[in-house]
């Protein structure tokens, strides 16, 4: 599976903003996915997950109510709408994927995700 991110780029706080995350090489399927997130000296950290068959989603605290993840299985994309942005929402942004289903305490352990994408920038200006 290859994944393809896109839609990042420099806004100002308040903007808003929707990433794609776009796979090639097999179809989803069952496949759960995530989004991703790591700022300049920090760990990544989890954003967001969607189960690929049923479509429960998570978050992490810091972006709810404000991030939407989605998905269109017709297009086997994944989405992540991001409105209210922050300064503090900086950070090179991730796609992943995994081919089962994941529990819900695991979704955010990027060890579950068995592919990822190569990233795409998101710059928050104050």
């Known amino acids: 599976v290859q994944l393809q991110a896109s839609g990042g780029g420099l806004v100002q706080a308040g903007d808003s903003l929707r990433l794609s995350c776009s796979a090639s090489?097999?179809?989803?399927?069952?496949?759960?996915a995530a989004w991703f997130r790591q700022a300049p000296g920090k760990e990544r950290a989890f954003v967001a997950h969607?189960?690929?068959?049923?479509?429960?989603?998570y978050y992490a605290d810091s972006v709810k109510g404000r991030f939407t993840i989605s998905k269109d299985n017709a297009k086997n994309t994944v989405y992540l709408q991001m409105n209210s942005l922050k300064p503090e929402d900086t950070a090179v942004y991730y796609c992943?994927?995994?081919?089962?289903?994941?529990?819900?305490?695991?979704?955010?352990?990027?060890?579950?995700?068995?592919?990822w994408g190569q990233g795409t920038q998101v710059t928050v200006s104050s």
């Open positions: 969607i189960s690929w068959s049923v479509g429960n989603t």
């Open positions: 090489g097999r179809t989803f399927g069952n496949y759960a």
């Open positions: 992943a994927v995994d081919p089962r289903s994941v529990r819900p305490s695991a979704v955010a352990d990027s060890t579950e995700y068995d592919f």
